[in-house]
């Protein structure tokens, strides 16, 4: 249902996706709100320390900078604080 609410967020955004984009992003979400739920973590609202561990689970996994950067844009997309915290800063 998360999912589903953060699509129709995004289809209404100012910011024009195709369904591939959208099909990426959903994914990402996805694989966040399944450790979410084995963590019983709220995926929008909790804690920033569950979307930083998170992507260290996956950097242990073997996942590249590339691969992270794309994960933390989703993920930060959808959750409340890390709008704020995970930003890019640019450097």
Same mark, same amino acid.
């Given at each position: 249902? %998360?999912?589903?609410?953060?699509? $129709?967020? %995004?289809?209404?955004?100012?910011?024009? /996706?195709?369904?591939? $984009? /959208?099909?990426? =992003?959903?994914s990402f979400c996805r694989k966040y709100i399944?450790?979410? @739920?084995?963590?019983?973590?709220?995926? =929008?609202? #909790?804690? =920033?320390?569950? =979307?930083? &561990?998170? /992507?260290?689970? /996956? +950097?242990?996994? #073997? +996942?590249? @900078?590339?691969?992270? &950067?794309?994960?933390?844009?989703?993920?930060?997309?959808?959750?409340?604080?890390?709008i704020y915290w995970l930003a890019p800063t #640019?450097?």
């Open positions: 249902m %998360l999912v589903k609410d953060f699509q $129709d967020k %995004l289809q209404t955004s100012s910011c024009p /996706l195709g369904t591939q $984009d /959208l099909t990426i =992003i959903d399944s450790c979410c @739920n084995e963590w019983q973590a709220d995926p =929008i609202s #909790g804690p =920033i320390e569950d =979307i930083v &561990n998170f /992507l260290a689970q /996956l +950097y242990m996994e #073997g +996942y590249q @900078n590339k691969s992270l &950067n794309a994960y933390r844009s989703a993920v930060s997309s959808m959750h409340r604080r890390a #640019g450097v």
